[in-house]
């Protein structure tokens, strides 16, 4: 079993500290990403306000703070599965800020985004399920910066973990 406290810091960059942070240092990568989406699950199921909500004028709205999960998630999915297939080749990295816009007139279905985070979870396992100890261990460039395709569960999960205490710090 792999544990979030076995990677080494040259894994990954110093940008994502505060992600893997925020996770318990015991988390397994077997369990990390069922775990991180039974938890959004959870929160997402327990949001009375309308997803087109944003606390302040030019904050994103709950469904483009989740919908920027949804498709971090399956940039970052789409990097571990270049990775594990050992492939170098760099890949860039990508403006969270142009996504979002493009999401500006979107409505934001409770049903459908938790259809599309549940989807894109089962995606995001089913790359990592066949993976051997070794081809997660293959590192590759994104954005400029090294990776290992075995940091990537954590990261997803990371990042959802902190949008979620955003979405419940500001936003509920």
Do not use: C
Not at 66 to 87: G, K, M, S, V, W
Not at 132 to 156: C, E
């Amino acid at each position: 079993m792999f544990l979030l406290k076995d990677l080494d810091k040259s894994e990954y960059s110093e940008y994502y500290t505060p992600y893997l942070s925020l996770l318990d240092k015991e988390t397994a990568l077997e369990s990390v990403l069922l775990d991180s989406i039974s938890q959004t699950v959870k929160l997402v199921n327990s949001i009375d306000k309308p997803f087109s909500y944003s606390y302040a004028k030019g904050k994103w709205s709950i469904g483009q703070v989740l919908q920027h999960n949804l498709d971090t998630e399956r940039i970052f999915a789409y990097r571990a599965l270049r990775f594990i297939r050992n492939d170098a080749t760099p890949l860039p990295g990508f403006d969270q800020d142009l996504f979002v816009e493009a999401l500006a007139d979107s409505a934001f279905a409770k049903a459908e985004l938790l259809s599309s985070m549940q989807s894109t979870r089962q995606a995001t396992i089913d790359v990592f399920k066949n993976a051997t100890a070794d081809s997660l261990q293959f590192r590759g460039v994104a954005s400029g910066q090294f990776m290992t395709a075995r940091v990537i569960p954590f990261l997803i999960a990371g990042h959802s973990l902190h949008h979620e205490n955003i979405i419940k710090e500001r936003y509920l």
